[in-house]
C-alpha cells in the first residue's frame, strides 16, 4: 500500500508535460507576434560611437572571458548536488566544462556574449563596413537575457544559497573565489552600468527571452540529469515532488519579471537619469555580496 502511495506522489510525467507545454506556447508566440520586429527595430538603440563606452564593453569582456578561462584552470570546483534516482545530497568536484552546468555560469556566458557582440558590432558601425543583420538583435536579446539572469542570481546566490550554506555547515569559502565574483555579482553590475550609459530603448514584450531562456536552462538540466551525470544541481528541480512543476516554471517566470523591473528601471532613465542612478545603486547594494558577513563565517 506504501508503495502504491510512493508511486501516485511521484509528479515526474506532471512535471516534464508542464515544462513541454510551456515551451511551445512560448514557441507559438515567437511564430505569431511581433516580438522579432519589435527587437530589430529597438535594437539601434543600443548602438554608440563613443571610445569610453568601447572601452567600458572592452573590459567587461576582458574581465569575464577571463573568469571563464579561470573556471578551467582554477582546478575542481565544490558543488553540492542532488541525486536523480533517490534526492540525496551529494557533493561533487567538477572539472573544466562540468561547471557549466550552473545557472550562474550560464549568466556568466550570456554577459560574455553580450559584450563581445556590442565590441563587433560598435567596431563595424565605426569602420563603416556592412553590418550583418542579426547581429543587433542578438545584441539586443543577449542583453535582455543576461541582465534578467544576473540579478535574479546575484539575488538568489544572497538570499538563499549562502545562508543555506550556512545553515547546513557546508563550506562556502569558494564562493568568494574571482569566477564566482564575476558570475554572482559583476555581471549585474557591469549590465547594469551598461544600461545607464547607453540608454537602450527597451520593451516590455521582451521578457518573453527571460521565459525563453528560464524554460532552455530547465530542459537543460533534466537533460544532464536523465542522460549525463544524473544529478539536479538545484533539488528544487527535481521533478518528483508534487510542487515540482510549480518551480520549473517559476524559475523562468522570475527571471521575466526581474526583467520587468530593469524595464521599469529603464524607463525612468530615460527621463530623470539621476534617480535611475539612485535606484540602480542601492538595487545593486541590496543583492551583491563580495566577502562573508559575519554569521556566514
Not at 511521484?10 to 508566440?29: C, E, F, N, P, Q
Not at 554608440?48 to 573590459?59: E, G
Request: charge should be negative.
Amino acid at each position: 500500500m506504501g508503495d502504491v502511495e510512493s508511486e501516485d506522489e511521484d509528479y515526474t510525467r506532471v512535471t516534464i508535460s508542464t515544462i513541454i507545454g510551456v515551451s511551445i506556447l512560448i514557441l507559438l508566440y515567437l511564430l505569431f507576434s511581433d516580438l522579432t520586429q519589435n527587437v530589430a527595430e529597438r535594437a539601434d538603440s543600443f548602438s554608440s560611437s563613443s571610445w569610453l563606452t568601447f572601452l567600458y564593453r572592452f573590459v567587461c569582456f576582458i574581465v569575464c572571458g577571463y573568469a571563464i578561462v579561470y573556471m578551467f584552470r582554477c582546478g575542481p570546483g565544490n558543488m553540492h548536488v542532488v541525486n536523480l534516482k533517490d534526492n540525496s545530497d551529494v557533493l561533487l568536484h567538477p572539472l573544466g566544462k562540468e561547471k557549466f552546468v550552473t545557472f550562474s555560469s550560464w549568466t556568466l556566458l550570456a554577459c560574455t556574449g553580450y559584450f563581445l557582440l556590442s565590441l563587433v558590432s560598435q567596431i563595424q558601425s565605426s569602420l563603416n563596413f556592412n553590418q550583418t543583420s542579426w547581429l543587433p538583435s542578438l545584441q539586443t536579446a543577449l542583453f535582455c537575457i543576461g541582465i534578467s539572469m544576473a540579478f535574479q542570481t546575484a539575488t538568489v546566490v544572497r538570499y538563499i544559497i549562502l545562508p543555506n550554506m550556512v545553515k547546513n555547515n557546508n563550506s562556502h569559502n569558494h564562493m568568494f573565489l574571482y569566477h564566482e565574483q564575476i558570475m554572482h555579482n559583476f555581471t549585474a553590475i557591469f549590465l547594469m552600468f551598461e544600461m545607464l550609459m547607453v540608454q537602450p530603448n527597451l520593451s516590455p514584450q521582451f521578457a518573453l527571452f527571460g521565459l525563453l531562456i528560464g524554460i532552455a536552462y530547465v530542459a537543460f538540466a533534466y537533460a544532464v540529469a536523465y542522460f549525463g551525470g544524473g544529478y539536479f544541481v538545484y533539488s528544487f528541480l527535481h521533478p518528483k515532488p508534487k510542487i515540482a512543476p510549480v518551480f520549473a516554471v517559476g524559475l523562468a517566470s522570475s527571471i521575466a519579471v526581474f526583467y520587468l523591473g530593469i524595464w521599469v528601471l529603464s524607463s525612468i532613465n530615460d527621463s530623470f537619469i539621476w534617480l535611475s542612478v539612485i535606484i540602480s545603486t542601492l538595487w545593486l547594494a541590496l543583492i551583491v555580496q563580495f566577502r562573508p558577513s559575519p554569521n556566514l563565517s
